[in-house]
């Protein structure tokens, strides 16, 4: 266990969860569904018994190094990685694999987003571990993947060698597909859902971009000799320059050959829309999911998220959306919840302060 790391990622901005998700306070420092625990926290907790708390890195912004640490207290400064500026995930994770490695070459590295919920957490600690007791034997490059349970449209998929093995050799990535390919790939049986949730050694990821993403390979080698200095910020600002921006399923994962999957039945959600909130909410006897200090009158299928110390009355509305965070309220159909990276590129223009 002393060899297992865990990297949190956690410098996105969440748009789709707007107004509650704002640039100055994103939805992984929320406590979204009122359980008592922020999204990051509860992403940190889950891996108790996984990999030591020392052993955790959060990758995120220098804006939200503060927020982190409050949250995450047991976090020393040097644990919190900073990224210069954001290139998607594939920097990212380069950042954190090669610092690890410098510390602990013998490393077992989890990648987990910060902002995702997972139900059957002991399941999941079992997935996990059957991940890392693979990659520490083998060259491999291995995900989560989450059986579907309907034909969903808004995930990628990885379609893998249906055999009776733990550990699955995957075939392809599908990025989103229509409606009609996804209901194929559930009939088939062959198919997960992509979590964005990887296990590999140290020394498997950085022999990967040294193979596929080779610029950034040696960008991040030469910043490496510098990592845990006082000299780690210039190397690091030196190496972000010359990454560009790309997602590590896109530059990695869907060229490697040596990539493998464990399903996985635990309980997933992204949380990435309002309709994932709701769909994974409590909910009252009219199917409201209600979260603040509320009086719902008449009212049916709506999310209603507002401060608790404001008291907030709805009445007649059906399938809504009421959220208020800050100074923006918005009240939108939850059918157009594909809008609100609308709304929130109109309210830019209207102040920077509503973002």
């Not at 509650?20 to 306070?25: I, M």
């Not at 922020?38 to 220098?62: H, M, S, W």
């Not at 990821?205 to 510098?226: G, R, S, V």
Request: glycine letters at 6%; charged letters at 25%.
């Amino acid at each position: 266990m002393n060899n297992n790391y865990l990297v949190i990622m956690a410098g996105g901005v969440g748009t789709r969860f707007w107004p509650f998700s704002r640039t100055t306070f994103p939805k992984q420092f929320h406590d979204v569904l009122g359980t008592g625990r922020t999204l990051i926290q509860q992403t940190a907790d889950r891996f108790e018994g996984v990999c030591p708390k020392e052993n955790i890195y959060v990758v995120t912004g220098g804006e939200y190094k503060d927020l982190t640490l409050e949250q995450l207290p047991f976090l020393s400064e040097s644990q919190v990685l900073c990224e210069p500026g954001r290139r998607n995930t594939a920097p990212c994770i380069g950042y954190a694999s090669y610092k690890i490695q410098k510390k602990d070459p013998h490393a077992n590295i989890i990648v987990a987003p910060a902002d995702h919920i997972i139900l059957k957490e002991e399941e999941f600690k079992r997935r996990v571990n059957v991940a890392i007791d693979y990659a520490s034997k083998n060259d491999a490059l291995v995900t989560l993947g989450i059986e579907p349970t309907h034909p969903n449209t808004g995930y990628g998929y990885i379609q893998f060698n249906d055999t009776e093995d733990d550990v699955k050799k995957v075939k392809a990535f599908t990025e989103k597909p229509n409606l009609e390919f996804a209901k194929m790939f559930l009939e088939s049986g062959d198919y997960a859902w992509n979590a964005g949730i990887f296990v590999w050694s140290a020394a498997s990821i950085t022999l990967a971009f040294a193979k596929y993403l080779p610029e950034m390979a040696e960008a991040f080698n030469a910043a490496q000799k510098d990592f845990y200095t006082d000299n780690e910020v210039t190397s690091l600002d030196s190496a972000y320059s010359r990454c560009r921006s790309i997602s590590i399923d896109n530059a990695i994962m869907e060229k490697a050959d040596n990539v493998f999957v464990v399903k996985s039945d635990i309980g997933w959600s992204d949380l990435g829309t309002w309709r994932s909130v709701y769909e994974n909410s409590e909910l009252d006897n009219e199917s409201n999911s209600i979260d603040g200090n509320v009086l719902i009158y008449d009212s049916k299928r709506c999310v209603v998220k507002t401060p608790k110390e404001k008291l907030v009355v709805v009445s007649g509305l059906e399938g809504y959306i009421v959220s208020e965070f800050g100074n923006v309220l918005m009240i939108c159909k939850m059918e157009d919840e594909q809008r609100v990276k609308q709304f929130v590129a109109d309210a830019k223009k209207v102040g920077d302060e509503y973002i």
